[in-house]
């Protein structure tokens, strides 16, 4: 007899089930900064951290790139370069042209889903030796600058009294910065226009003169000290002196000596300081072997004021003492005055070998449209100096400030300057740099030059 066998039910093959996109969160997407600068045919233009994550999922399993710019003259998608592979990547932007273009950056995740974050792109133009050029943003005002070792170089801004730390190889923003305005006691700006460092102290000072439209003002008077410690990106920075008489100090000597420079009458209230007869400091750099007696160098006046004329040094022969409260007032020396080809002083910095250079430009321009250059002295009273090389010209900015001076005999011994940018019209939109709303999109340009 057969014995009945229980059918068994035969399961249809069941297709294979993806990882459900619930599984996975919405990718999140941040930049280190929304707004990004960056400059036609730049090389080492500032870049975007850009950070990406997604529960759930491995954060190399995210794309990153462009998808949709609002101008494509500025800046395509193809443009924009984001490279690494973790959660953190580098966002770059190669410009086709000046102006602003806000660019549309999507992160792809796993389960079809993805995000989006618009980037604010604004591009300058192009200038000579881009290949040499770096950038420095967060402000456009670089007026002073000096060596911090490492690598690093510490600028002043003459539109605000915060000093910035700055990587000197790479463009960006600075990796710290400090304001001594209420340590001074000011509260406008001091219209920082040089420094120079000896050991561990930097010394700072005003312009010492009036403001654009004559009018006398007191902070733009203030010369002030800082201690230096540290180095590199770990530089710090301490007040350690002030000084406000110099102004007064200078045109009071002047007056004694006959009136030869017209510094009473260029500083006068109502008077402009940049003009040939005008009265506005713009270097400072000490003496041949000298850590005591400092040259204080003349933008304005030249001397004779005329077309011409010859720049003018004045040493203070007790400089630190007036930072530390041991002297009451200065004391001078002989003024020197240097043929600089009817230009005059924007800045001289000078090295452990007593070799200076002096950034010669114009008392009137406020843009590179006027000559400048560079002259090599010894520092010496009665030496003239002697020109190196014409600096370019056409592109924007001014030529402000050089941190420091390499051994000038060395063969192919290069120097970097640094341009005050702040009237520039960056981006073509009619609005100078310093009036710029976002500090990402304001700078200032750093540029080698071979010396010899």
């Known amino acids: 007899m057969a014995v009945a ?23 999140t997407i941040s930049f280190s900064a929304g707004y990004l600068s960056g400059a036609v045919g730049a090389t080492g233009d500032p870049t975007v951290t850009v950070t990406v994550a997604q529960s759930g999922a491995s954060a190399s399993a995210l794309t990153v790139a462009a998808t949709a710019s609002t101008r494509s ?67 456009s005002d670089a007026s002073a600058a000096v060596d911090a070792g490492g690598g690093f170089i510490v600028v002043g801004d003459d539109e605000s009294n915060t000093l ?10 600075p990796v710290r910065s400090w304001d001594f305005s209420t340590a001074l006691g000011v509260s406008k700006e001091i219209d920082i226009e040089a420094a120079t460092r000896v050991g561990n102290t930097i010394y700072w000072t005003g312009s010492l003169g009036n403001n654009k439209d004559g009018v006398v003002k007191p902070d733009r008077h203030t010369v002030f000290a800082t201690t230096i410690t540290g180095s590199g990106a770990a530089t710090q920075l301490t007040l350690a002196g002030q000084y406000h008489g110099l102004r007064d100090d200078l045109i009071d000597w002047d007056s004694a000596n006959g009136d030869r420079y ?24 000490f003496a041949p072997g000298s850590s005591t ?7 304005a006046p030249l001397t004779p004021a005329v077309t011409g004329g010859r720049a003018l040094l004045v040493p203070v022969t007790d400089f630190p003492s007036l930072l530390d409260g041991s002297a009451s007032h200065a004391t001078f020396g002989d ?24 950034v010669a430009g114009s008392w009137a321009a406020e843009d590179n449209s006027a000559p400048y250059a560079l002259y090599r ?37 290069r120097a970097q300057l640094i341009t ?9 939109d009619g609005t100078a740099a310093k009036d710029l709303t976002h500090p990402e999109w304001k700078k200032s340009r750093s540029t080698w030059f071979t010396l010899n």
Do not use: C, M
């Open 262 to 285: 017209g510094f009473a009458a260029g500083a006068a209230d109502g008077q402009v300081p940049k003009q040939i007869d005008g009265f506005n400091v713009e270097g400072l750099e």
């Open 5 to 27: 066998v229980a059918a068994v039910p035969v399961l249809a093959a069941l297709p294979a089930v993806p990882a459900s996109a619930a599984s996975y969160g919405t990718p």
């Open 420 to 428: 005050d940018d702040g009237s520039a019209d960056l981006y073509h």
């Open 335 to 358: 003024p020197i005055e240097l043929d600089l080809g009817g230009l005059s002083v924007r800045d001289i910095r000078r090295n452990d070998l007593g070799q200076y250079l002096i």
């Open 73 to 139: 003259t500025v800046a395509r998608t193809g443009d924009v370069t984001v490279t690494g592979t973790g959660a953190a990547r580098t966002l770059s932007v190669a410009a086709q042209g000046v102006g602003y273009t806000d660019l549309t950056v999507k992160v792809t995740g796993l389960g079809g889903l993805s995000a989006t974050r618009t980037l604010h792109y604004a591009a300058s133009a192009a200038v000579q030796y881009s290949a040499a050029s770096r950038y420095l943003t967060g402000s």
């Open 377 to 413: 002295w010894n520092g010496l009273p009665g030496s003239q100096p002697v020109k190196l090389v014409d600096l370019p010209t056409g592109d924007y900015g001014a030529w402000e400030a050089v941190p420091d001076v390499p051994d000038l005999d060395a063969p192919g011994a």
């Open 164 to 173: 910035r730390l700055y990587d000197r190889n790479n463009s960006g923003a």
């Open 293 to 299: 007696t400092a040259y204080v160098g003349f933008r």
